[in-house]
């Protein structure tokens, strides 16, 4: 008898353990998909942040080897037909209105220059660093018969990241012309 009359008051219950459950699932998975969401945002924040270090560390790369190449020509012996207004294969002659660094087609190979050897390039990366480099001030003739003054160029290099975050860097450079002839 005693069986019946147990079993008898459970058929009395109306459900609320069921209800609180499912309530407390639903606030469970709640919790679990914020956290979830969270997650992801900082992947794809740090993801970002590399992405932007890449192309960063890209720029400074072709940067320093563009300024290893100031010691030849076109910089030495001084050849002012190579720089352009066009930016002709990266030399710029930079006059008050034309093509510079903020105007110029970064993917165009016949503007932009990049590493000048070709295992300087680096792996890994989708597009490869460029830089241009832009004449301020033309070296001139001094007051010493032959002698040439210094001349001033700034170098502005652009990284992509494989991302597309791009970075410029630019730097400037004063060069000396080491040849003591200053027939230009």
């Given at each position: ?13 109306r ?74 294969n ?5 006059p ?9 087609d ?37 007051s ?5 003054e ?35």
């Amino acid at each position: 008898m005693m069986l019946i009359k147990n079993f008898k008051g459970s058929a009395q219950q109306r459900g609320a353990v069921l209800i609180t459950g499912i309530i407390f699932l639903v606030v469970v998975t709640m919790v679990v998909l914020a956290v979830l969401r969270s997650g992801t945002l900082e992947e794809k924040m740090a993801r970002n942040a590399r992405d932007r270090q890449v192309a960063l560390q890209a720029a400074e790369s072709v940067l320093r080897d563009a300024e290893a190449t100031f010691s030849g020509p076109p910089f030495d012996p001084y050849d002012p037909s190579a720089f352009t207004s066009a930016c002709t294969n990266g030399y710029c002659f930079k006059p008050t209105a034309s093509a510079t660094w903020q105007t110029i087609d970064w993917s165009s190979t016949a503007l932009t220059r990049t590493f000048a050897l070709a295992g300087s390039q680096i792996t890994g990366l989708n597009t490869q660093p460029r830089y241009i480099v832009e004449i301020i001030v033309p070296p001139v003739k001094g007051s010493s018969v032959g002698q040439c003054e210094n001349g001033l160029a700034k170098v502005t290099a652009r990284g992509v990241g494989n991302g597309n975050a791009a970075s410029l860097v630019q730097s400037t450079v004063r060069f000396k012309v080491f040849t003591n002839i200053c027939d230009f």
